[in-house]
Protein backbone atom coordinates (compact mmCIF):
# COMPACT_ATOMS: atom_id res chain seq x y z
CA UNK A 1 0.00 0.00 0.00
CA UNK A 2 1.39 3.58 -0.94
CA UNK A 3 0.64 5.95 1.57
CA UNK A 4 0.02 9.40 0.94
CA UNK A 5 1.60 11.89 4.12
CA UNK A 6 4.65 11.40 5.06
CA UNK A 7 4.56 9.98 8.91
CA UNK A 8 7.21 11.07 11.53
CA UNK A 9 6.38 8.96 14.70
CA UNK A 10 4.55 5.72 13.57
CA UNK A 11 5.37 3.95 10.56
CA UNK A 12 2.23 2.17 8.88
CA UNK A 13 3.64 -0.39 7.20
CA UNK A 14 3.59 -1.90 10.24
CA UNK A 15 0.17 -1.84 10.52
CA UNK A 16 -0.70 -3.60 6.99
CA UNK A 17 -1.30 -6.78 8.48
CA UNK A 18 -3.14 -6.14 11.61
CA UNK A 19 -5.81 -3.87 9.91
CA UNK A 20 -6.25 -7.01 7.89
CA UNK A 21 -7.31 -9.21 10.78
CA UNK A 22 -11.49 -9.06 11.84
CA UNK A 23 -9.82 -8.19 15.69
CA UNK A 24 -7.68 -5.19 14.02
CA UNK A 25 -9.07 -3.06 17.35
CA UNK A 26 -8.08 -5.56 19.66
CA UNK A 27 -4.23 -5.45 18.66
CA UNK A 28 -3.80 -1.76 18.57
CA UNK A 29 -5.72 -1.48 22.07
CA UNK A 30 -2.72 0.42 23.36
CA UNK A 31 -2.75 3.07 20.64
CA UNK A 32 -6.50 3.59 20.98
CA UNK A 33 -6.79 3.73 24.88
CA UNK A 34 -3.98 6.27 24.90
CA UNK A 35 -4.97 8.62 22.42
CA UNK A 36 -8.78 7.85 21.06
CA UNK A 37 -11.14 6.41 24.44
CA UNK A 38 -12.61 8.84 26.88
CA UNK A 39 -10.94 11.58 24.81
CA UNK A 40 -13.50 14.42 24.99
CA UNK A 41 -10.56 17.10 23.51
CA UNK A 42 -10.40 18.82 26.81
CA UNK A 43 -6.90 17.37 28.02
CA UNK A 44 -4.80 20.33 27.71
CA UNK A 45 -1.86 19.06 29.14
CA UNK A 46 -0.48 16.97 26.25
CA UNK A 47 3.21 17.51 24.66
CA UNK A 48 3.12 18.82 20.79
CA UNK A 49 4.51 15.21 20.62
CA UNK A 50 1.84 13.26 22.05
CA UNK A 51 -0.70 15.44 19.61
CA UNK A 52 1.15 15.26 16.24
CA UNK A 53 1.52 11.40 16.84
CA UNK A 54 -2.61 11.19 17.56
CA UNK A 55 -2.75 13.03 14.70
CA UNK A 56 -0.97 10.84 12.30
CA UNK A 57 -2.66 7.63 13.79
CA UNK A 58 -6.21 9.59 12.48
CA UNK A 59 -4.56 10.29 8.73
CA UNK A 60 -2.85 6.71 8.72
CA UNK A 61 -6.44 5.12 10.09
CA UNK A 62 -7.91 7.43 7.39
CA UNK A 63 -5.94 6.44 4.95
CA UNK A 64 -5.82 2.57 5.22
CA UNK A 65 -10.15 3.05 5.57
CA UNK A 66 -10.21 4.90 2.28
CA UNK A 67 -8.30 2.49 0.40
CA UNK A 68 -10.69 -0.71 1.93
CA UNK A 69 -7.75 -1.34 3.25
CA UNK A 70 -9.18 -2.38 6.91
CA UNK A 71 -11.14 -5.60 7.46
CA UNK A 72 -14.34 -4.72 8.56
CA UNK A 73 -18.05 -7.02 7.92
CA UNK A 74 -19.78 -6.67 5.39
CA UNK A 75 -22.87 -7.87 6.48
CA UNK A 76 -25.00 -7.69 10.19
CA UNK A 77 -27.41 -7.38 12.33
CA UNK A 78 -29.80 -4.24 11.79
CA UNK A 79 -28.79 -2.12 14.57
CA UNK A 80 -31.28 0.22 13.82
CA UNK A 81 -34.42 -2.27 15.38
CA UNK A 82 -34.23 -0.19 18.47
CA UNK A 83 -35.33 3.26 16.99
CA UNK A 84 -37.78 4.73 18.90
CA UNK A 85 -39.83 7.60 17.99
CA UNK A 86 -37.87 10.78 17.64
CA UNK A 87 -38.86 13.93 19.76
CA UNK A 88 -34.64 15.29 20.33
CA UNK A 89 -31.94 17.00 18.31
CA UNK A 90 -28.94 16.57 20.07
CA UNK A 91 -25.90 19.14 19.06
CA UNK A 92 -22.13 18.36 18.94
CA UNK A 93 -19.46 19.95 17.90
CA UNK A 94 -16.28 17.98 16.14
CA UNK A 95 -13.85 19.43 18.37
CA UNK A 96 -11.34 19.02 15.15
CA UNK A 97 -10.20 22.12 12.67
CA UNK A 98 -13.13 23.14 10.49
CA UNK A 99 -11.46 21.97 7.81
CA UNK A 100 -11.47 18.03 8.53
CA UNK A 101 -12.94 15.69 6.09
CA UNK A 102 -15.89 14.27 6.47
CA UNK A 103 -13.69 10.69 6.16
CA UNK A 104 -11.68 12.35 9.10
CA UNK A 105 -15.10 12.47 11.27
CA UNK A 106 -15.76 8.72 9.78
CA UNK A 107 -12.28 7.43 11.06
CA UNK A 108 -12.90 9.01 14.59
CA UNK A 109 -16.45 7.26 14.24
CA UNK A 110 -14.68 4.10 13.52
CA UNK A 111 -12.18 4.05 16.51
CA UNK A 112 -14.10 6.28 19.10
CA UNK A 113 -17.40 4.56 18.82
CA UNK A 114 -17.18 1.09 16.91
CA UNK A 115 -13.78 -0.06 18.15
CA UNK A 116 -13.90 0.17 22.27
CA UNK A 117 -18.09 -1.17 21.61
CA UNK A 118 -16.21 -4.22 19.70
CA UNK A 119 -13.78 -4.71 22.79
CA UNK A 120 -15.75 -5.31 25.35
CA UNK A 121 -16.22 -8.97 26.65
CA UNK A 122 -19.33 -8.69 27.53
CA UNK A 123 -20.94 -7.45 23.89
CA UNK A 124 -21.66 -10.43 21.65
CA UNK A 125 -19.76 -8.64 19.04
CA UNK A 126 -16.75 -8.65 20.60
CA UNK A 127 -13.72 -9.69 18.75
CA UNK A 128 -15.41 -9.42 15.11
CA UNK A 129 -15.59 -7.78 12.69
CA UNK A 130 -17.21 -4.23 12.69
CA UNK A 131 -20.48 -3.77 11.03
CA UNK A 132 -22.17 -0.51 11.26
CA UNK A 133 -25.04 -0.61 9.12
CA UNK A 134 -25.00 2.24 7.88
CA UNK A 135 -23.65 3.21 4.36
CA UNK A 136 -23.10 6.81 3.26
CA UNK A 137 -22.09 7.58 -0.49
CA UNK A 138 -22.19 3.57 -1.24
CA UNK A 139 -19.38 2.96 1.73
CA UNK A 140 -20.23 1.91 5.09
CA UNK A 141 -20.12 5.07 7.28
CA UNK A 142 -19.32 5.29 10.60
CA UNK A 143 -20.50 9.03 11.17
CA UNK A 144 -22.66 8.98 14.06
CA UNK A 145 -24.08 11.87 13.01
CA UNK A 146 -27.15 13.10 10.99
CA UNK A 147 -26.04 16.59 9.90
CA UNK A 148 -22.77 17.36 9.88
CA UNK A 149 -22.66 21.71 8.78
CA UNK A 150 -19.27 23.66 7.89
CA UNK A 151 -17.89 26.83 9.13
CA UNK A 152 -19.53 28.17 5.55
CA UNK A 153 -23.30 26.95 6.21
CA UNK A 154 -22.81 24.42 4.12
CA UNK A 155 -24.27 20.66 5.58
CA UNK A 156 -23.93 17.12 4.69
CA UNK A 157 -26.96 14.63 5.48
CA UNK A 158 -25.29 11.64 6.66
CA UNK A 159 -27.80 8.90 8.38
CA UNK A 160 -31.36 9.11 7.62
CA UNK A 161 -34.09 9.82 10.28
CA UNK A 162 -34.87 5.87 10.79
CA UNK A 163 -31.28 5.17 11.76
CA UNK A 164 -29.21 5.71 15.33
CA UNK A 165 -26.64 7.66 15.44
CA UNK A 166 -24.30 6.67 18.16
CA UNK A 167 -23.38 10.04 19.08
CA UNK A 168 -24.51 11.02 22.81
CA UNK A 169 -22.85 7.96 24.70
CA UNK A 170 -26.30 7.39 25.88
CA UNK A 171 -28.20 4.40 24.13
CA UNK A 172 -32.31 5.58 24.86
CA UNK A 173 -31.17 9.16 24.10
CA UNK A 174 -29.52 7.73 20.40
CA UNK A 175 -32.50 5.85 19.83
CA UNK A 176 -34.76 8.51 20.11
CA UNK A 177 -32.55 11.61 18.40
CA UNK A 178 -31.37 13.21 15.67
CA UNK A 179 -27.76 14.49 16.17
CA UNK A 180 -26.53 17.75 14.13
CA UNK A 181 -23.23 18.44 14.27
CA UNK A 182 -20.96 21.43 13.98
CA UNK A 183 -17.40 20.31 11.94
CA UNK A 184 -15.58 23.50 14.21
CA UNK A 185 -13.57 23.40 17.68
CA UNK A 186 -16.57 25.53 19.74
CA UNK A 187 -14.32 24.71 23.05
CA UNK A 188 -14.97 28.98 23.79
CA UNK A 189 -16.02 30.25 20.14
CA UNK A 190 -19.66 30.05 18.89
CA UNK A 191 -20.20 28.65 15.74
CA UNK A 192 -20.92 31.36 12.34
CA UNK A 193 -23.41 32.45 11.88
CA UNK A 194 -24.10 30.95 8.24
CA UNK A 195 -23.27 27.48 10.47
CA UNK A 196 -26.25 28.89 13.05
CA UNK A 197 -28.22 29.72 10.38
CA UNK A 198 -28.17 26.29 8.52
CA UNK A 199 -28.79 24.60 11.96
CA UNK A 200 -31.86 26.19 12.55
CA UNK A 201 -33.21 25.20 9.27
CA UNK A 202 -32.60 21.84 9.80
CA UNK A 203 -34.09 22.08 13.42
CA UNK A 204 -37.11 23.93 11.57
CA UNK A 205 -37.77 20.49 9.89
CA UNK A 206 -37.87 18.90 13.36
CA UNK A 207 -40.86 21.05 15.08
CA UNK A 208 -41.76 18.85 17.77
CA UNK A 209 -38.13 18.13 18.83
CA UNK A 210 -36.58 19.29 22.12
CA UNK A 211 -33.11 21.04 21.69
CA UNK A 212 -30.40 19.43 23.81
CA UNK A 213 -26.78 19.96 23.82
CA UNK A 214 -24.84 16.89 23.82
CA UNK A 215 -23.54 17.90 27.52
CA UNK A 216 -27.12 18.31 29.19
CA UNK A 217 -27.72 14.34 28.06
CA UNK A 218 -24.09 13.61 29.08
CA UNK A 219 -22.74 15.65 32.12
CA UNK A 220 -19.12 14.48 32.03
CA UNK A 221 -18.33 16.24 28.33
CA UNK A 222 -18.57 19.89 27.75
CA UNK A 223 -19.49 19.22 23.53
CA UNK A 224 -21.07 21.43 22.06
CA UNK A 225 -18.50 23.84 24.05
CA UNK A 226 -18.88 26.31 26.94
CA UNK A 227 -21.21 28.88 25.29
CA UNK A 228 -23.72 27.10 24.48
CA UNK A 229 -25.82 27.29 27.52
CA UNK A 230 -26.96 30.36 29.54
CA UNK A 231 -28.84 33.60 29.10
CA UNK A 232 -26.66 34.33 26.68
CA UNK A 233 -25.80 30.58 25.27
CA UNK A 234 -25.61 30.38 21.54
CA UNK A 235 -28.32 27.57 21.98
CA UNK A 236 -31.00 30.36 22.47
CA UNK A 237 -30.10 31.08 18.68
CA UNK A 238 -31.02 27.77 17.44
CA UNK A 239 -34.64 27.85 19.28
ZN1 LIG B 1 -20.87 15.64 21.33
Known sequence: MKFEKVYRYINPNTYINIFSKPHWYLEIQPELKEFFYDY??????????????????????????KANQILLASFGDDLDNDRLPIDAIVIHHSSTPPDSSIDVINTLGLIRLYAPYYSQRKNKEFGQPIWSNHTYKNRQTFVAYHYIVRQDGTFEHILQDAQIGWHCGDWNHNCRSIAICFLDDLKKVPPTRQALQTAKKIIRTYPHCKLLGHREVKLSTLCPGSLFLGNEGWKNILL
Request: net charge negative; charged share 35%.
Open 40 to 65: DGIRDNKSTKWLDTRSEYVTMICEFL
